[in-house]
């Protein structure tokens, strides 16, 4: 499922104009501010001996506009003035979204029913380990991912783009997936059966099942027509050829150290690890962890199981 943000590339896009308006703010206090000042000063001092002389020559002045003056020449010019004002903003913006939580918006259907089409979630940044803005490099260790995780991550195949997926498996597993049901290293996980799910894109209904991911529980759907998966869509990707296993309804991988298996709820119509790969630990952005709006759909604010 692609997420998209605002802009396309926004956490640079923020990081450039904290940049500027941090130089900008910077500059202002430190020499702007002070060449304003002495500009000031100077202009003062020849008001006063002006007046001085007017007053020692028996004319009386009006000392009111000296402040008015002093206020114009010390007044900030408008761009040095929007700076100052939006860096603090721009700053604690980008500190929030790149060390706390990131929003982001669902687009596509990949993984209903857990996460609708529109639902506008929150993404903890620094659960799976704290990352360096812009290049997403890791410098603290946290926690890893789990298994029934929701998690955001950098498609392999184009780290332009955001996906989210379920964790079904982390560095060491074996994962089988056959006649649309899971084994996690030589597990079976169990299946409860629920009502039809009704889909709201489409008029028509989808098997809806209660899946047990080694102790985590959570909704999937499946459609009868389709296979597990279809092998002749698999791509080509790292590690396939020594630790996965392809047949006509059927697949075997284990996940390599360092790199996650992800599939998406909405089984049938998930583009996930199946088909393009594992996810390696430096493409994670966070776990997501809240539904906080849904325009269309107002009840559906709460968390992400």
């Known amino acids: 499922m692609n997420l998209q943000t605002i802009l396309g590339n926004f956490a640079l896009i923020l990081f450039v104009a904290m940049v500027v308006t941090g130089i900008i703010w910077f500059l202002d206090i430190f020499y702007f501010a002070k060449q304003r000042r ?12 002006r007046n001085a002389k007017l007053t020692a020559d028996g004319i009386k002045v009006d000392n009111t506009s000296r402040a008015a003056i002093e206020a114009a020449l010390l007044r900030q010019p408008t761009w040095i ?7 603090p903003v721009i700053a604690l913006v980008f500190v929030l979204r790149s060390f706390l939580f990131e929003p982001f918006k669902i687009p596509s259907s990949s993984m209903v029913p857990t996460l609708l089409v529109g639902d506008l979630i929150l993404v903890n940044k620094y659960t799976y380990g704290i990352r360096l803005p812009i290049i997403n490099k890791k410098i603290i260790e946290v926690n890893n991912p789990q298994r029934g995780d929701v998690m955001v991550f ?8 955001d996906y989210i997926k379920r964790v079904i498996g982390v560095p060491g597993d074996k994962i ?12 079976p996980l169990a299946y409860q059966p629920m009502d039809d799910y009704l889909d709201d894109e489409h008029p028509i209904y989808h098997k809806q099942y209660v899946e047990n991911l080694t102790g985590v529980q959570h909704r999937i759907l499946n459609m009868e027509s389709k296979r597990s998966i279809d092998s002749s869509a698999v791509d080509n990707f790292p590690f396939k050829e ?7 309804d059927k697949f075997t991988c284990i996940v390599p150290e360092g ?21 390696p630990d430096r493409n994670i952005v ?20």
């Open 38 to 49: 002495r500009a000031a000063d100077t202009a003062l001092a020849a008001f006063d001996a």
């Open 81 to 87: 003035e929007y700076s100052g004002s939006f860096f």
């Open 154 to 161: 950098k498609y392999p195949k184009d780290m332009s783009q």
């Open 176 to 187: 089988t997936y056959e006649n649309k049901r899971l084994t996690v290293n030589g597990k």
């Open 242 to 248: 020594q630790n996965c296993t392809y047949s006509y």
């Open 259 to 279: 790199n996650y298996f992800m599939m998406g709820d909405n089984r049938d119509n998930s583009l996930d690890s199946r088909y393009w790969g594992f996810v």
């Open 286 to 305: 966070g776990k997501a962890v809240v539904v906080w709006m849904n325009l269309s759909n107002p009840r559906r604010i709460g968390g992400i199981h």
